[in-house]
């Protein structure tokens, strides 16, 4: 069974920082595709970024694309984002999911994720 959790959350103002981490365990974590989704109060969860098991294949939300960095360590088994600039928009609990499936495409679909993290709160101040 592959476990799933988040780390790095919290609370910063317009225009920080923060690093989320996603470690993994369970399953050979260098054959999986990572990605990391948000839900805000009353909203669906999205697709934030993306990262191919190899590293090399990433997608990006338009709305982070310049502002978040997606990244993967296989030999600590942990996915990163890294989210600079900011804003208030970007508050939401940040959830992590891995998938097995045997193409190293970074998948953008909650659907094909088997895998989810608990989640870790980011709230951005105005």
């Known amino acids: 069974q592959v476990q799933l959790v988040e780390s790095g959350g919290g609370l910063v103002q317009a225009g920080g920082s923060l690093r989320l981490a996603c470690a993994a365990s369970?399953?050979?974590?260098?054959?999986?595709?990572m990605g990391w989704f948000r839900q805000a109060p009353g909203k669906k969860r999205e697709f934030v970024a993306a990262i191919g098991w190899g590293g090399v294949r990433i997608n990006y939300a338009e709305t982070v694309k310049g502002r978040f960095t997606i990244s993967r360590d296989n030999a600590k088994n942990t996915v990163y984002l890294q989210m600079n600039s900011l804003k208030p928009e970007d508050t939401a609990v940040y959830y992590c999911?891995?998938?097995?499936?045997?193409?190293?495409?970074?998948?953008?679909?909650?659907?094909?994720?088997?895998?989810w993290g608990q989640g870790t709160q980011v709230t951005v101040s105005s």
């Open positions: 999911a891995a998938t097995y499936a045997s193409s190293g495409y970074a998948y953008t679909n909650d659907n094909e994720y088997d895998y």
């Open positions: 369970g399953r050979t974590f260098s054959s999986s595709a």
